[in-house]
């Protein structure tokens, strides 16, 4: 008996020690001097907390064992067979299995015998948490994939909708079950359809947001897997649970707002409503002709440029042009043109997104720069080349009171002397919005696929 | 009881300190730092490992919380890793 308080006690201790090295590793993940070390001594938090929980196990080794070798094998095959543009969808995938262990782990402690009132309600809520970060998830996997196409308004959609709304009764009814059961008659395995409601509400919950308000729900999501674990850990009453979890649920919230900020919405009109779709934008006064471009005529005005800024959005990373942006990049270097990329927080389907996609083309990344750092200066860029992005360099930001999107703040490409922008077609961005940018005196369109457009350009510089 | 409130207490400190850590990031690591997060949410593991084992239901229960959240720690922190060590300044 001793020994076994002897062994909690110093589980308990390994406990503290990986809760501080989990602090310390997730801020030096925070800084891009030591994000590396911050990554590693995380996993060896994590390998002390678990290698110091496997002291005292009541489930079978054999389950164990396997469940740690299977799991362990699979994820390690899915992160270093993926490709570095399926990134996204990776990090959703992932954040889903995640929240369906919490999921799993709230299931099994209903089963137990004897929960008090208070672990009724913590198991429900971490049931409710952690399934719909499970689905929600694997629809964001779907949509980021394209797999997926279903989205507002579908008929399916709006079953999947009502699910949602009806799954929040259905919360309050589990957690009053206990109680309330005395008055009124049980439902027969109520429990089994709360799970079932819980999993088809998280589908409905991600299901009608578009594609472009992705990096919100992604973050989103990713904190609420970190909530999940730490409920869990209450559950458990676990403590390096509960650190870890709420440092992940700190985290993902952060990166919610940063990303809501970035599109000058609030969380919920992100969630529950989406753009508004516009009518009246057509009648915007700067219609007219567009100018367009060939390669050649842009590689002699990029030729005689001396400072160039490069906008890349999620038609980058559609084309796979990042590799042949950073070669057009280096060659104007060469040249001696000054070049800059500008980033907009929420260009692409994740945060970051247009980062990781320029570093896995090893631009450097002190090249990167923000919108606040481009802006001042954008009428001293002679050339600012905007690569499939859309609403994040639209006018109507500053411009047009009346648009959906004004009032986000948006990477000036129009002041720059020459704009070029790289688009397929005349077709309009994800918020649905015509781009007046299109239609500026200093723009020239290049359409086309942007990979082979910048081939072209690659090409000439090197002839 | 008290340990609840105890815990809760601990919970709401890291959240706070969770907001302060990470309040000024910059935007080339928002990626790295929401898959790192992710990694850290796989210590769902710790607590599938504590789970009591009666019954095949129970086994089976955590059988599944150990597996998913063994893909979500092997796989969160290896995909980070791949993905710092792209970001290169020259």
């Known amino acids: ?29 925070g800084k891009e001097a030591t994000a590396v070390k911050g990554n590693y001594l995380s996993a060896l938090a994590m390998f002390s907390a678990v290698g110091i929980t496997c002291l005292s196990l009541e489930i079978d080794t054999k389950i164990i064992l396997a469940g740690v070798l299977l799991g362990g094998l699979i994820g390690s095959l899915i992160a270093l067979k993926v490709k570095m543009t399926a990134i996204p969808e990776m990090v959703a995938l992932f954040n889903g299995f995640g929240g369906l262990a919490t999921f799993l ?66 919360l309050i009814y589990v957690i009053g079950e206990p109680s309330i059961s005395q008055f009124i008659p049980q439902v027969p395995s109520y429990f089994l359809i709360f799970l079932g409601i819980t999993l088809i509400a998280g589908i409905g919950f991600v299901m009608p947001i578009g594609g472009g308000d992705m990096p919100v729900v992604i973050s989103l999501l990713n ?43 609030t969380i919920t009109n992100i969630l529950f409503v989406g753009y508004a779709s516009s009518n009246q ?34 038609g980058m990373a559609v084309a796979q042009a990042q590799h042949v942006v950073r070669e057009m990049g280096e060659l104007l270097e060469e ?129 | 009881m008290e340990m609840y409130i105890l815990l809760g207490f601990v919970l709401l400190l890291s959240i706070f300190l969770g907001l302060e850590l990470i309040a000024k990031v910059p935007s080339t690591l928002h990626t790295p730092l929401m898959s790192g997060a992710n990694a850290i949410s796989g210590i769902a593991l710790v607590g599938a490992l504590m789970l009591s084992s009666a019954g095949q239901m129970q086994d089976i229960l955590a059988f599944g919380a150990i597996l998913f959240a063994s893909i979500n720690v092997f796989g969160g922190y290896l995909v980070t890793n791949r993905m710092l060590s792209m970001f290169k300044k020259k």
């Open chain 1, 1 to 29: 008996m001793e020994n076994l308080a002897n062994i909690q006690v110093i589980q308990n201790i390994v406990y503290i020690i990986s809760s501080v090295m989990f602090i310390l590793g997730i801020k030096m993940l």
């Open chain 1, 105 to 170: 782990i709230a299931w099994s402690q209903f089963n137990e015998p004897s929960n008090s009132m208070f672990q009724h309600v913590l198991i429900m809520l971490t049931i409710y948490i952690g399934g719909i970060t499970f689905s929600g998830s694997l629809i964001a996997y779907g949509k980021l994939s394209e797999k997926l196409k279903l989205g507002k308004g579908s008929m399916i959609t709006n079953v999947f909708i009502s699910f949602f709304y009806l799954s929040m009764p259905a």
């Open chain 1, 223 to 265: 904190s609420l897997s970190g909530i999940a674990a730490a409920f869990a850990g209450l559950l458990l009453l676990n403590n390096v649970l509960i650190v870890a979890g709420s440092l992940v649920g700190a985290s993902g919230l952060i990166l919610t707002i940063i990303m809501a900020k970035a599109m000058n919405r």
């Open chain 1, 281 to 314: 934008s057509s009648s915007s006064e700067e219609q007219g002709e567009v100018k367009p471009i060939t390669s050649d005529d842009a590689y002699l005005i990029l030729e005689s440029a001396s400072s160039v800024l490069v906008v890349p959005g999620y």
């Open chain 1, 335 to 463: 040249n001696g043109t000054e070049v800059k990329y500008g980033i907009h927080p929420v260009a692409g389907r994740m945060p970051g997104h247009m980062n990781v996609l320029l570093a896995e083309a090893n631009v450097s990344y002190d090249l990167l720069a923000e919108p606040d750092d481009v802006n001042p200066s954008m009428d001293t860029i002679d050339v600012a080349i905007v690569i499939g992005a859309n609403d994040v360099v639209n006018p109507s930001a500053t411009e047009e009171e009346g648009s959906p999107i004004y009032g986000m703040p948006i990477i000036e490409v129009h002041n720059a002397k020459t704009v070029f922008v790289l688009k397929r077609s005349m077709s309009s961005g994800f918020a649905g919005v015509q781009n007046p940018l299109f239609f500026r005196e200093n723009t020239r369109m290049l359409f086309g696929d942007a990979k082979e457009s910048i081939g072209q350009i690659v090409a000439e510089f090197k002839d």
